[in-house]
């Protein structure tokens, strides 16, 4: 089972839009679901009936309503989880009153691609979670999405956005997969999802494009005319004004260069972070992440650029800021496959380097409690014994 559990993005502001929409959610499920058993089968189960959307029979009304409704807790947890991690990031970007609007529409467009095909009555928010989805693709394609695997054993890893809305959450859940199993797919209303998959991403960058959601360079536009500029595809070109016509005055589609984007200069730092690591300056990233810690010292990038900066950190020996990096990375991703491994390299720092043996010590007994190599975990052992005797020492010289 995989299953996203949280993003790279830190939203500046409280998404307050998304947060009143969970809570109608989760609100008018314990009104129609889980009061007592003669509410549910009585007025209840009437609600429901009313205001979950009959395709066979549907009233305007029902486009907004089913929206809410739920057929279990499983049904509403599920897409409550992908509301608050898809949704927060894109209600930050949008404002919480369009973000709402955007929702409730992409949900009723999901509701209409759904009656043209169907003939069922159909209840839940995925349509209109489906739109956020794709809107966060549109908005944020380079972001990470941490991935929870329950299998036998469970371990979490990082997959880009891209990847991972397009070709597991789109082409495998909701196209390939439903070819495999029939039973399945009659209970789930998978035009729906893709109904509000198109409208999401559509109008997200139609926005982006006249630029009505604010923009950066590493939404898909901004990316899609990188991609552009190195293969030399051709821009649009102006139309031609006939002889005698009245002169207007006419604008290419993408004249305006990305560099005119307004950026903060935290935005401005962490993208010159990214862009040094691509093209193999390390030096200059290290830099660009010391002055970005300088305007906002709780500033953390992506993981693997993060654990990058940390590495080069510590081998320019400027172990401090290297032992700090490591543990912004641990503070902001402690699920990490290799969060263990960190800690024993920011315990044997500590000890080695800093001379901070409580600190080395807290992180040496965290990392054995996860650390499978017997070589990692002898010298983490190690290590923990000599720092621990440190501050025994230092102790008894105090007295």
């Not at 029902?62 to 057929?71: K, M, R, S």
């Not at 536009?221 to 821009?235: D, K, M, N, T, Y």
């Amino acid at each position: 089972m995989l299953i996203p559990i949280g993003t790279d993005i830190r939203t500046p502001r409280l998404p307050i839009g998304n947060y009143a929409l969970i809570a109608v959610n989760v609100l008018v499920f314990v009104f129609t679901d889980l009061l007592g058993d003669s509410f549910r089968e009585g007025l209840g189960g009437w609600l429901k009936a009313y205001f979950a959307l009959d395709a066979a029979r549907p009233s305007l009304h029902q486009y907004l309503t089913y929206q809410f409704l739920h057929g279990g807790i499983l049904h509403l947890a599920g897409n409550m989880l992908f509301l608050w991690i898809f949704g927060n990031a894109v209600c930050d970007r949008m404002g919480s009153g369009s973000y709402v609007l955007f929702y409730l529409a992409g949900g009723v467009f999901a509701g209409f691609a759904f009656t043209l095909i169907a003939d069922n009555p159909m209840v839940g928010a995925s349509g209109a979670i489906a739109a956020v989805t794709t809107a966060f693709l549109a908005l944020f394609p380079r972001v990470h999405i941490t991935i929870l695997v329950w299998v036998f054993f469970i371990f979490t890893f990082q997959v880009p956005a891209m990847i991972l809305i397009t070709f597991k959450i789109i082409l495998w859940d909701n196209i390939i997969a439903p070819s495999f199993d029939h039973t399945a797919a009659s209970n789930v209303a998978y035009s729906a999802h893709l109904g509000g998959y198109a409208f999401g991403f559509g109008v997200s960058l139609g926005l982006l494009a006249i630029r009505a959601l604010p923009r950066n360079q590493f939404d898909m536009v901004a990316l899609w005319s990188r991609v552009g500029r190195q293969h030399g595809w051709p821009r649009p070109r102006a139309a031609v004004r006939p002889i005698g016509a009245r002169p207007i005055v006419v604008e290419e589609l993408d004249s305006r260069p990305l560099e005119a984007v307004e950026l903060t200069p935290v935005e401005q730092l962490r993208e010159e972070i990214a862009a040094r690591l691509a093209d193999r300056e390390p030096q200059a990233a290290v830099a660009a992440y010391l002055r970005l810690l300088e305007l906002d010292n709780n500033q953390v990038l992506s993981s693997s650029q993060q654990i990058e900066v940390a590495n080069h950190l510590a081998q320019s020996r400027r172990y401090r800021e290297a032992a700090a990096a490591y543990e912004a990375f641990l503070g902001a991703y402690p699920g990490a496959g290799d969060a263990a491994e960190v800690r024993l390299f920011v315990g044997l720092i500590c000890s080695r380097y800093l001379q901070q043996y409580e600190r080395s010590v807290s992180h040496l007994r965290e990392a054995l409690e996860d650390l499978k190599l017997d070589a990692q975990r002898t010298l983490a052992e190690v290590e923990l014994r000599q720092a621990e005797a440190r501050i025994l020492g230092h102790d008894s010289g105090d007295n």
